[in-house]
């Protein structure tokens, strides 16, 4: 039976397992979907995979279909969802976008035995009060959509525009001494490369 579920924003926040695992046994995550514009590699598939190994557990991650967002187009998601084991290994997965179901086994007794390994597992080794300082105050604004979701692109983004402000100005980031390219700038680099992703 699974001890616990928790959701991990796929390339952003695998922090919340590190911050979360102390607290309680977790043989399950959540990755819920996060997209990207361009890159080299397939993020998707390497952060399930790499999450689901540094964590010693299983990733079910479910990714959206179509959606109907005002300001988002209908195959903006592509799918592929997966289930990936404490191992990293892909064990099922849909290679394609739309409503599926894929299934697998969940052997949590294998997976708990893998955790007694010591040259395997890092968990004790963790050094949890090194991001103590870095998480005392909030990056993102907390409760942005507390009464309604966003109603554009626009404002969707402004919590994340304050949060790269937040990091900036505590001095985690630096910023780039050239110019900041803008999403529609990034895009249009990724077209001409020819790795645009959507």
């Known amino acids: 039976m699974l001890q616990g579920l928790e959701t991990v924003l796929k390339t952003r926040y695998h922090g919340y397992i590190i911050g979360d695992k102390s607290n309680a046994s977790q043989d399950a995550s959540l990755a819920a979907p996060c997209d990207i514009i361009e890159g080299v590699t397939d993020t998707w598939t390497l952060t399930n995979r790499a999450r689901a190994h540094d964590n010693l557990v299983y990733i079910l991650a ?51 035995q893998s955790r007694t390994f010591m040259h395997w597992n890092y968990w004790p080794d963790l050094r949890a009060e090194v991001f103590k300082e870095m998480y005392e105050n909030p990056i993102y604004p907390p409760n942005l959509f507390l ?11 402004a919590g994340e525009i304050k949060g790269f402000s937040r990091l900036y100005e505590r001095g985690t980031y630096t910023r780039p001494s050239g110019e900041v390219l803008t999403l529609k700038g990034r895009m249009k680099e990724a077209w001409q490369r020819g790795t645009l992703k959507k």
């Open 62 to 112: 479910p990714d959206w279909g179509k959606v109907k967002w005002q300001y988002y187009p209908e195959n903006y998601y592509p799918g592929r969802s997966q289930i990936v084991d404490y191992n990293g290994r892909i064990i099922a997965e849909a290679p394609y976008s739309g409503e599926t179901v894929i299934g697998a086994v969940i052997d949590i007794e294998a997976l708990r």
């Open 147 to 157: 009464e309604h979701p966003p109603e554009s692109l626009s404002q969707k983004m």
